[in-house]
Nanobody
Framework: EVQLVESGGGSVKAGGSLRLSCAAS????????MAWFRQAPGKEREAVAG???????GYTDSVKGRFTISYDNVKRILSLEMNNLKPDDTAMYYC??????????????????WGQGTQVTVSS
């Protein structure tokens, strides 16, 4: 059974950087897609980025050029490198995964497995 555990969240000032990690276990399928979503208070959960087992990546427009998603399929760790953070990036960030090669940027309802979330707070 798939388990996802996020880490790396914290508080930073605008312009700073953070690197989030998601340790995946039980993801034994040869084809899959992993993704990062985020949710700020009072707002819907939105896509951030996704990566397929085929290597394809996709980003939501607001993070293009600032965030980089990657998956180490040996260590089984999904990462999100976040640079030039903005206050609008403040949210709970969730790791998600599912079988198959899914559309990118990721779609919320496509994901079955979710982590517990890690908080990112960016102050101005």
């Amino acid at each position: 059974e798939v388990q996802l555990v996020e880490s790396g969240g914290g508080s930073v000032k605008a312009g700073g950087s953070l690197r989030l990690s998601c340790a995946a276990s039980g993801l034994t399928y040869s084809t899959y897609t992993m993704a990062w979503f985020r949710q700020a208070p009072g707002k819907e959960r939105e896509a951030v980025a996704g990566v397929r087992s085929s290597g394809s990546t996709g980003y939501t427009d607001s993070v293009k050029g600032r965030f980089t998603i990657s998956y180490d399929n040996v260590k089984r760790i999904l990462s999100l490198e976040m640079n030039n953070l903005k206050p609008d990036d403040t949210a709970m960030y969730y790791c998600a995964a599912n079988r198959w090669l899914l559309p990118l940027p990721p779609l919320r309802n496509d994901y079955y497995y979710w982590g517990q979330g890690t908080q990112v707070t960016v102050s101005s």
